[in-house]
């Protein structure tokens, strides 16, 4: 299986817009948001902060998920024989070709056709406790096709939020912390006060902003009660406090490690590193297969000796160079050229990836089937302190030792929980060793997240009802249990409730319902290594192994928990398999790229329209004062006409009046509408009813018929006496005042007034009439002129206030100045106060909407 195919680039494209997109909406939230406040003009609450940093960093884990193919992985405690696994897995279907390297017909130093994981790559030496670094298995379709065919390995590097993450994790674990360390907000700002004074920039750093509030969140998700103040304050600060890079150094050291200088040093150290071979646009390092054991040690043994190896049977750190070639880091082989420039411990700091190529057609059947699929990953191995009770926590790291025991802890805490958040690890097989769960409580918070990522929190353990399920449990250290014991069933039911009871009660118990059993237990030998193989059986008692397999089979245990215990135990004595075949074939039924690609292209597309959802809410639309500011400019041009000249005021008032103001016979059928259709046979509309549907036509086609030809009429006939409104700016003028009078607060009191006159009742008809006309035609003028139903201001006049004389006509002009405005705009609605940085959030919302999937 190809990868990426044209699914995965278009899921990798749009991961990384929107991934791009949130931290354009962080900037510009950082840049605003206490503008907004100060003005409380759509302010962003701090739920809406926190929420933006959350879809930020989920943006990255699905970047970084997309750029990788599907995969299962091996997890457990130290020590508990993952190497051991990943070298069956890697066994050879024929001696003679290795199925290590990207393509055998290129030959050394590609592909080297005796070389072995176990012999050559696989540390052998001290504790046999490879360094905390993740190793992926792939294939040449799946691999970075930009590295240099020469070099066959490639080993990404951290970010610098995973390296701050590791260190912290790691201080956490190994050294001695402040007990009154609180970080509330006080002791956060005076952190940055104390930076700003000798470390202030200009701008703030876009990056460092990312990874600051990166670890923080991480940091407060481990110690909440040590980190207290959350993290839209830190974004808070990080605007207000804009640093230099050495200042975000010391911000970084004093919350994640105590700025203890001796790791601020190293973090330092190490970053420049990765600098530099960042420099080209490269994300990582390539090395030669003889330099792998030196980066996987974590003894950083000087030398390695293997008499079994057929390619590198002693190869020395002093036989490795390192250079730059074609924009990459290159460590080569160029015996007793070396050492390298770079420090071995500055490399190892900075690995967090290594990725061997494999040729599945060398496999075994069964594994060459899954590698052919699915990446493979060896995951670091948990251990809960590297050190011992006995030697307490460090006080200082000043040795290399102490250093580096840090940097391992950290990853190893950190390594496994952030490729299950990121969605890489689609299949997991968990290996337990008897007598090796002294991180049982880790191991059960670590494969519950992945359980809770890979199926949801509401489904896990409960509701999976995959078959096989994607969890695996390998018992291994088979032969050690009973090398100087008899083999009984009691021996595997204290081993399998010690599974059960003390360490994944839940989902022992209660997987894929209530009281349903877990039963994906298989038994793992290493026959040759840890267990004894067919010739060693035979040498010893071949009946002890027989008595192991019925007692395995025949314990309550495991009848309970291990499906098909008899075949399954059959498998683990088979040389050359030792159980995993059955393994690798469950593997090919439960792990999917279509099921990847489509779980992250769902995960993908909910980030997506969060973010969107998220940034709507904080805009406003920016055209919502436009029709006011129309209404408004229109009653502004009928005042500044008005009153353009003192001597023409009287003229021009009048000849408003002339064209508004409704003449008798305007309102005679309104006046009426009580009389009209009494006597039918036809029940009446209750007139109420009818005057509140009948008024608002009435007065519309007022305001853009009848009211524009008289003022049509009345201009032409006094042409020359003035120089008139245009009939499209009187036109205008009308409409919006008809609109006005139709508004809802204004057309209610209309209603009510009017109703009261033309339900008026008298016993002389024509007296009725009359009074009725008289008085609906001097309510609408006095709406008219008013304009409204008082004449109290509707905003403040003090400024256009003058010494002009408009004589007896002054009183209306101010009346007019005072309501005028607001009357026509208030028919467009409220005045809508445009909160800072809205046009930018509305650039913003354009281009995200056009990187949207077409619906």
Known sequence: MAFPDDRDRELLRSSSQVLMAAEDLLDWMSQHKDARQSQDLCPISGTDEFQLMNLLRTSGHLVRSSKVPVAAAVYGASQVGKSLFVGRVLRPADARFSPLGRDEVLGPPAYFADLSFDDDLNPQCGSNEATAIVTRFTTKDRFDESVPTKYPVLVRGLTRAEWLRVLARGFRSECDLPPDDLWQESQLERLFEDQSGSHRSDTVDREWRMDLLDVYTYLRRLEPLRYRANETLLNGLISRYPLTKEGYVAVAARLGWNSWPSLTGLFNQVWKFLEMTREKGHEGIVCHWAAVRFLLDSQRTTQHENRNSKVFQKVSWNDLVDRMEDGWYVLDYCPGQGPPKQELSTIQSAMLELVVPVLPDRLNEEWRHVLEQIDFLDIPGMRAQGRGAEEGLLKAADSLDDKMNIVKRGKVFYLFERYIEEMQIQTLLLLVRYGNLDVRGLLKEYVDKWGRIRYGKDNWPLRVHDDPPAFFVGMTGIDDEFRTRDAKSDLYNARIRTIVADTFKDVMSHFGGKDKLFTNIYPLRYPGSWDDDEPSRQKQDPQKWELAGKAFVEAEMVQKHVAAAARKWEAAMRDGDGGASLIAAAFRNCTSALRKQDELS????????????????????????????????????????????????????????????????????????????????????????????????????????????RWQEHTTAHAEEDDWLKPETFGTYARYLAEYLCSDAVLSILTDRLFKIISLQHRDELA??????????????????????????????????????????????????????EALASAAGADVKIPPGNSELHDWLAEFQATLPES
């Not at 639309?621 to 005042?639: E, G, K, T």
């Not at 009446?684 to 009818?690: A, G, T, V």
């Not at 008082?790 to 100045?817: C, H, V, Y």
């Open 602 to 709: 769902k995960a993908i597309a909910e980030n997506q329209v969060h973010l969107g959802s998220l940034a709507r809410n904080w805009a406003v639309d920016p055209n919502a004062n436009m029709d006011r500011d129309r209404r408004v400019n229109s009653a502004q041009s009928i005042l500044t006409w008005c009153t353009a000249e003192e001597q023409m005021v009287y003229v021009r008032v009048q000849a408003l009046q002339e064209a508004l103001c409704f003449r008798p016979g305007d309102v005679v059928y309104l006046a009426d509408l009580a009389d009209i259709n009494q006597g039918t046979k036809q029940r009446p509309e209750p007139l109420d009813r009818r005057l509140r549907r009948e008024l608002p036509s009435f007065l519309m086609e007022w305001g853009k018929n009848l009211g524009p030809a």
């Open 768 to 821: 009725r009439k009359n009074a009725r006309r008289k008085f609906t035609r001097l309510t609408l003028n006095d709406f008219v002129i008013n304009p409204g139903p008082d004449t109290s201001a509707l905003n403040d006049i003090a400024d256009q206030k003058s010494d002009r004389d408009f004589g007896l006509m002054a009183p209306l002009i101010e009346r007019w100045q005072s309501r005028l405005p």
